[in-house]
């Protein structure tokens, strides 16, 4: 798994590649977190996401509410594939704005 930070107009991107899972949830959180902290708002690109676990999907839902309480946005971007799949089992698709692009941010 990797994490990539880049900046796109207002928003922070966080880019994950590979897999999310058990074992690298918590750089997940961290990195996530530590954005939230600095008062910026999120764009998670899952476009390179290939898997994604229950214990990614509670650190995408930590992430949304902690969002939330400090009014800042939250976007999932270019999620496809068993990502998707999971956001969906999960009804989660209803809950996270889910864009295909960065270029939809801007809408």
Do not use: C, W
């Amino acid at each position: 798994m990797q994490i990539t930070l880049s900046d796109f107009g207002r928003f922070k991107v966080v880019k994950l590649t590979g897999e999310v899972d058990l074992h690298n949830s918590r750089e997940v959180k961290k990195a996530l977190f530590d954005q939230i902290d600095k008062q910026a708002h999120l764009a998670v690109d899952f476009s390179e996401l290939d898997y994604i676990d229950s214990s990614g999907m509670a650190t995408l839902v930590e992430t949304f509410n902690l969002s939330k309480t400090r009014k800042l946005e939250f976007h999932i971007i270019g999620a496809s594939g068993a990502p998707l799949q999971v956001l969906q089992l999960t009804r989660l698709d209803s809950v996270f704005s889910l864009l295909s692009s960065l270029d939809a941010l801007k809408e």
